[in-house]
């Protein structure tokens, strides 16, 4: 071949152009690098080079758009919230003994009513990862400092009031005014404990005001409540793997409050507030909003970690002359990390409540959304730990949350080191409420309990490795990976990385330890009451496992493999009840301590007082409202 040729002429056969060439290597090399890029994109779980045109739109806005409109290609309306966020202060005159003295006196508590956190943000991004083994510690029993009280008292109080008991002289006793038998049942039901709406009669003694207020620990009035059921929010499309969406969120300022308290409540790190009030410091100098004061924030996907990041925000104040809502400002993200000065986004028609946009694939895990939710209203961290590993051993943290569901704490107001003692939490999804009470024995042991007096720490641990591991393969008839034949599944596979510690699922009697046909390294423990544990597929069995030693719940047994009839690193995790296999995941199983019954009683009390507290009115004074 050669590279002369005849100019304006065909090549001839054995000639070739150089433009020719030049253009067929230059159109490959392009192509190479499109699809380079496309499948970089892909790979990452990222939708953009660039910041997204909406968050730094700069040309002539269009016409105005409704609340649930986030300029995504869409023909349905987006599911959308109405977060609730209160943190406040409620009143009640209780009684406590103090040296041997009933002392009657006004108690402030602290009870805050949340949803559960739709989107993961910066704040829960340096939690801890999600282990249900580590987290038993964080269920023992405390050891009370202090003896809380919940003992509400009858009448209310001002200051604080001295009780002292005496026998009334005789001499002071007024006529009778019930008959007998009314009096023999008003001491039989004060005897056995039962807080009951009394009859009238049997408060001759009493004033009959409104200052008299009795806790029935069987309510007496009935109560009509409703639940919406069957309902579902589903997007037009949601495809496995296709990356976190974008979600906006309005906020509305009950009271006054500084932009950097508030910013960081929402997902904003320390360096994006201070990149924002710097580059505010022209248009919005002042570092505080007033009430009524509205957020306009939109979150994106980031490209460091697998949380959502404010890719705008706008500041709207209300005009008290008008009623109406003017824009003060906006910043948006741009592609090196910086905020600056936008325009004014779309605009919308600003709804009373507070709402926030909802991305189905955006939903984080009940664990690391009770973290998110905790960590927006100041929650210490010990306490959000503890209220996760109360409920780790009797629901799946790492299922998603549902939009609409909810937590309710009751605390304590900061003592001067700012700690606060937990009362109560309470935590709904769906139509199921899982309620916990703290109560203090004898002992001075404190612990928490369900209504029924059952302690919230399961028997047995249901996914008993470090980190939980992954569901490959549940529980039931399958056809088998490598025989191909189908077969019960006797347990569940946890998938995980070869050399991760396995621990005994509940304290017990080791009674193999060794390998076994199919199983591989294979632990068996014995529990109580008919219980047995199963272990498969370890590529160690820790040196303190041999048949007849004592194991204790948490302990290393051994360690992730894939020996015996497997087809990658994973624990088979299985439990035996009399013999028999059942789905570890979803068996009934006993809890690790109830109450004794002589304190039945005395927890019914303060289950209802509780209760009570749960249901007053919050105080005048509100610590905070979003």
Same mark, same amino acid.
């Given at each position: 071949?050669?590279?002369?040729?005849?100019?304006?002429?065909?090549?001839?056969?054995?000639?070739?152009?150089?433009?020719?060439?030049?253009?067929?290597?230059?159109?490959?090399?392009?192509?190479?690098?499109?699809?380079?890029?496309?499948?970089?994109?892909?790979?990452?779980?990222?939708?953009?080079?660039?910041?997204?045109?909406?968050?730094?739109?700069?040309?002539?806005?269009?016409?105005?758009?409704?609340?649930?409109?986030?300029?995504?290609?869409?023909?349905?309306?987006?599911?959308?919230?109405?977060?609730?966020?209160?943190?406040?202060?409620?009143?009640?005159?209780?009684?406590?003994?103090?040296?041997?003295?009933?002392?009657?006196?006004?108690?402030?508590?602290?009870?805050?009513?949340?949803?559960?956190?739709?989107?993961?943000?910066?704040?829960?991004?340096?939690?801890?990862?999600?282990?249900?083994?580590?987290?038993?510690?964080?269920?023992?029993?405390?050891?009370?400092?202090?003896?809380?009280?919940?003992?509400?008292?009858?009448?209310?109080?001002?200051?604080?009031?001295?009780?002292?008991?005496?026998?009334?002289?005789?001499?002071?006793?007024?006529?009778? *005014?019930?008959?007998?038998?009314?009096? !023999?049942?008003? &001491?039989?039901? =004060?005897?056995? +404990?039962? #807080? /009951?709406? %009394?009859?009238?009669?049997?408060?001759?003694?009493?004033?009959?005001?409104?200052?008299?207020?009795?806790?029935?620990?069987?309510?007496?009035?009935?109560?009509?409540?409703?639940?919406?059921?069957?309902?579902?929010?589903?997007?037009?499309?949601?495809?496995?793997?296709?990356?976190?969406?974008?979600?906006?969120?309005?906020?509305?300022?009950?009271?006054?409050?500084?932009?950097?308290?508030?910013?960081?409540?929402?997902?904003?790190?320390?360096?994006?507030?201070?990149?924002?009030?710097?580059?505010?410091?022209?248009?919005?100098?002042?570092?505080?909003?007033?009430?009524?004061?509205?957020?306009?924030?939109?979150?994106?996907?980031?490209?460091?970690?697998?949380?959502?990041?404010?890719?705008?925000?706008?500041?709207?104040?209300?005009?008290? *002359?008008?009623?109406?809502?003017?824009? !003060?400002?906006? &910043?948006?993200? =741009?592609?090196? +990390?910086? #905020? /600056?000065? %936008?325009?004014?986004?779309?605009?919308?028609?600003?709804?009373?409540?507070?709402?926030?946009?909802?991305?189905?694939?955006?939903?984080?895990?009940?664990?690391?959304?009770?973290?998110?939710?905790?960590?927006?209203?100041?929650?210490?961290?010990?306490?959000?730990?503890?209220?996760?590993?109360?409920?780790?051993?009797?629901?799946?943290?790492?299922?998603?949350?549902?939009?609409?569901?909810?937590?309710?704490?009751?605390?304590?107001?900061?003592?001067?080191?700012?700690?606060?003692?937990?009362?109560?939490?309470?935590?709904?999804?769906?139509?199921?409420?899982?309620?916990?009470?703290?109560?203090?024995?004898?002992?001075?042991?404190?612990?928490?309990?369900?209504?029924?007096?059952?302690?919230?720490?399961?028997?047995?641990?249901?996914?008993?490795?470090?980190?939980?591991?992954?569901?490959?393969?549940?529980?039931?008839?399958?056809?088998?990976?490598?025989?191909?034949?189908?077969?019960?599944?006797?347990?569940?596979?946890?998938?995980?990385?070869?050399?991760?510690?396995?621990?005994?699922?509940?304290?017990?009697?080791?009674?193999?330890?060794?390998?076994?046909?199919?199983?591989?390294?294979?632990?068996?423990?014995?529990?109580?009451?008919?219980?047995?544990?199963?272990?498969?597929h370890m590529s160690r069995i820790a040196d303190t496992t041999t048949p007849g030693s004592y194991v204790r719940q948490g302990q290393i047994i051994g360690y992730v493999g894939s020996t015996g009839n497997s087809t990658g690193p994973h624990l088979h995790f299985e439990i035996l009840i009399n013999g028999n296999f059942v789905d570890p995941?979803?068996?009934?199983?006993?809890?690790?301590?109830?109450?004794?019954?002589?304190?039945?009683?005395?927890?019914?009390?303060?289950?209802?007082?509780?209760?009570?507290?749960?249901?007053?009115?919050?105080?005048?004074?509100?610590?905070?409202?979003?």
């Amino acid at each position: 071949m050669t590279v002369q040729s005849t100019d304006g002429d065909i090549p001839h056969g054995r000639e070739l152009s150089i433009s020719w060439l030049t253009g067929t290597v230059m159109t490959g090399l392009t192509s190479v690098l499109l699809m380079g890029a496309a499948l970089f994109v892909s790979f990452q779980g990222q939708d953009t080079f660039s910041t997204a045109y909406e968050a730094l739109q700069i040309a002539n806005p269009p016409k105005p758009l409704s609340p649930t409109n986030l300029l995504i290609k869409t023909n349905r309306v987006r599911p959308v919230a109405k977060p609730k966020s209160e943190l406040e202060t409620i009143e009640a005159t209780i009684k406590e003994t103090v040296d041997g003295r009933d002392i009657i006196k006004k108690q402030p508590f602290s009870r805050l009513r949340a949803t559960l956190a739709t989107a993961a943000t910066s704040l829960s991004d340096d939690v801890p990862a999600y282990d249900p083994v580590s987290l038993i510690a964080s269920t023992q029993p405390l050891d009370a400092d202090s003896n809380v009280s919940t003992d509400i008292y009858g009448a209310e109080v001002e200051g604080e009031v001295s009780i002292k008991l005496a026998s009334l002289p005789l001499t002071q006793v007024p006529p009778r *005014a019930i008959s007998d038998q009314v009096a !023999a049942d008003f &001491v039989r039901t =004060t005897v056995e +404990g039962a #807080y /009951v709406e %009394a009859d009238s009669t049997a408060l001759a003694y009493a004033p009959t005001d409104a200052t008299i207020h009795e806790l029935s620990a069987t309510p007496t009035d009935a109560m009509i409540t409703g639940v919406a059921e069957n309902v579902t929010a589903v997007p037009k499309t949601t495809l496995p793997g296709q990356g976190l969406g974008r979600t906006e969120r309005l906020l509305t300022l009950r009271e006054p409050s500084s932009l950097e308290e508030t910013l960081k409540k929402n997902g904003f790190t320390p360096d994006m507030i201070a990149m924002i009030n710097g580059t505010l410091r022209n248009v919005y100098p002042s570092t505080n909003l007033p009430a009524g004061a509205r957020l306009r924030i939109l979150f994106g996907p980031s490209r460091s970690s697998e949380s959502l990041i404010p890719y705008r925000m706008s500041i709207y104040i209300h005009d008290n *002359a008008t009623n109406k809502d003017r824009h !003060a400002a906006t &910043v948006a993200l =741009t592609d090196r +990390g910086q #905020y /600056v000065l %936008a325009t004014e986004p779309p605009q919308i028609t600003f709804p009373d409540e507070d709402t926030e946009e909802i991305n189905v694939a955006n939903l984080p895990s009940i664990y690391r959304s009770i973290w998110e939710t905790g960590r927006k209203h100041d929650l210490d961290d010990d306490t959000i730990k503890r209220i996760v590993a109360m409920y780790a051993y009797d629901l799946d943290l790492n299922k998603k949350i549902s939009a609409g569901d909810s937590i309710e704490i009751l605390q304590t107001p900061p003592d001067a080191n700012g700690h606060q003692d937990l009362l109560y939490v309470g935590l709904r999804l769906g139509t199921t409420l899982k309620e916990l009470f703290r109560f203090r024995t004898d002992d001075g042991k404190v612990d928490f309990f369900d209504p029924s007096g059952e302690s919230g720490k399961r028997f047995l641990n249901r996914r008993p490795l470090q980190g939980g591991g992954v569901v490959r393969s549940s529980f039931g008839w399958r056809v088998h990976p490598i025989f191909h034949k189908r077969i019960l599944h006797t347990g569940v596979d946890l998938a995980s990385k070869t050399g991760t510690p396995i621990y005994a699922a509940g304290d017990g009697v080791v009674e193999k330890a060794g390998w076994t046909n199919g199983y591989g390294r294979y632990v068996m423990i014995k529990h109580v009451n008919g219980f047995e544990t199963g272990y498969g597929h370890m590529s160690r069995i820790a040196d303190t496992t041999t048949p007849g030693s004592y194991v204790r719940q948490g302990q290393i047994i051994g360690y992730v493999g894939s020996t015996g009839n497997s087809t990658g690193p994973h624990l088979h995790f299985e439990i035996l009840i009399n013999g028999n296999f059942v789905d570890p995941l979803s068996v009934k199983l006993p809890r690790d301590k109830s109450l004794p019954a002589q304190y039945q009683q005395q927890f019914a009390q303060t289950v209802a007082q509780i209760r009570d507290l749960m249901t007053r009115d919050a105080a005048p004074i509100t610590v905070a409202s979003n």
